[in-house]
């Protein structure tokens, strides 16, 4: 499994040698991957959910829920430590992006309040192209 601990892992001084272009457009750059593209979206294999950047464990596959949003949704991080917040204005609203808190990579953005019938009322929306899925072991 990788690094459990925040900030253990890899940190590239230069993102470009160690991504890939898809990677580094949306974990160093803020882009969003197509809905429905990503490798993770719809998958249902149990495991924990970590950075593509840094190998830094993010997400476990028990709070990851069916959202029909096009990405990856989670209703709660591993620990609060693992992410960090910031205000996100563009594209003319309001909204909180998820960043990784080890490596600051963009992650995606963290919506409250949609109704969906989970523990936090919390739909972290992710990119699957910033995550690697280390599956559980039998």
């Excluded at 890899?10 to 990677?23: C, D, F, T």
């Excluded at 993010?58 to 693992?82: I, N, T, V, Y």
């Excluded at 992006?97 to 992650?107: I, K, Q, T, Y």
């Amino acid at each position: 499994m990788g690094n459990s601990l925040p900030g253990v892992g890899k940190i590239a001084k230069n993102w470009r040698e160690v991504l890939k272009p898809e990677e580094y457009a949306v974990l160093r750059e803020g882009g969003t991957e197509r809905a429905f593209t990503g490798e993770y979206w719809d998958t249902k294999t149990e495991g924990v959910y970590s950075c593509r950047a840094c190998e830094t464990e993010l997400f476990r596959s028990a709070e990851k829920f069916e959202s029909h949003c096009g990405w990856p949704s989670f209703f709660a991080p591993l620990a609060e430590d693992r992410v960090r917040y910031l205000e996100d204005t563009t594209l003319g609203m309001r909204r909180v992006e998820v960043r990784c808190a080890a490596c600051d990579s963009h992650l995606g953005h963290v919506f409250e309040g949609e109704g969906y019938d989970t523990p936090t009322d919390l739909r972290y929306c992710i990119n699957s192209v910033c995550l690697t899925l280390e599956p559980q072991k039998s």
